[in-house]
């Protein structure tokens, strides 16, 4: 695997279910992005982990929680989820000095029901 | 409020033309703007970007066109090509620590067509 590889790549979820999406990079690098991608809407930002250390929680909802157990791997875990919350969920890791070069996985197109 | 107007917000190109995207900002204090191309089911990936000490930078087709009295910044590709058929997001970042939060436009569907 290269890069950044998230999964699953679909996911269909009641609103009472609980999962999680994985993200893992493959790049050496130290910082790792939780992005939600909803159409015709810029990206927004949820979470950022710099060398594993929450720095940023965008104002999220606490029924999205992320978890950063080392550099290399993300997950978001979910739970009690809503409608509006369909979206395509990317992740995206960098190198804690370059924070602008943000290298995207392929997403989690995630439906609530 | 930190924000960057994209336009169009789709766009439809003959091959051998030239694609030319706008992003306007207003945050003076942005110094790195990025351009990322986005494929169905792919991820977006970064394809140019540029900071604020140049006017244009370019790769390849691409260019960025930069104006900083106007806060906009551009994309042209030259000579398009079916290939390059993809949305197209600006980014700005940049000033008071928060280097990592890339604000985007809401992005542009470029088709071109053989």
Not at chain 1, 19 to 24: F, G, N, R, V
Not at chain 1, 39 to 65: C, D, G, T, W
Not at chain 2, 58 to 76: C, V
């Given at each position: 695997?290269?890069?950044v ?8 979820m ?13 790049l050496?690098h ?9 159409a ?27 978890e ?40 989690t ?5 | ?27 003076t ?14 991820g ?29 910044f ?16 600006c980014?700005a ?9 890339l ?12």
């Amino acid at each position: 695997e290269t890069g950044v590889t998230q999964t699953p790549r679909h996911l269909v979820m009641g609103m009472t279910n609980k999962k999680s999406l994985k993200c893992e990079q493959h790049l050496g690098h130290n910082a790792m992005y939780w992005y939600k991608q909803s159409a015709k809407k810029p990206l927004e930002l949820m979470f950022v982990y710099s060398l594993e250390e929450r720095v940023e929680n965008n104002s999220v909802p606490s029924r999205f929680s992320p978890e950063c157990p080392n550099s290399s791997h993300l997950f978001l875990h979910l739970h009690t989820l809503q409608p509006e919350d369909s979206a395509l969920y990317l992740c995206a890791s960098s190198q804690v000095w370059s924070p602008n070069e943000q290298f995207f996985g392929p997403g989690t197109r995630l439906t609530v029901l | 409020q930190q924000q960057v107007k994209q336009s169009p917000q789709s766009l439809i190109v003959q091959k051998g033309g030239i694609s030319i995207i706008n992003c306007a900002y207003e945050n003076t204090a942005f110094d790195y703007f990025p351009w990322y191309q986005q494929f169905p089911g792919k991820g977006p990936a970064l394809l140019i970007a540029i900071r604020p000490d140049v006017s244009e930078k370019k790769e390849g087709r691409f260019t960025i066109s930069f104006n900083k009295s106007a806060k906009q910044f551009s994309l042209h590709i030259m000579d398009s090509q079916p290939g390059d058929s993809a949305t197209y997001f600006c980014a700005a970042s940049g000033g008071g620590g928060s280097n990592y939060k890339l604000t985007f436009g809401k992005g542009t569907l470029l088709t071109v067509n053989p």
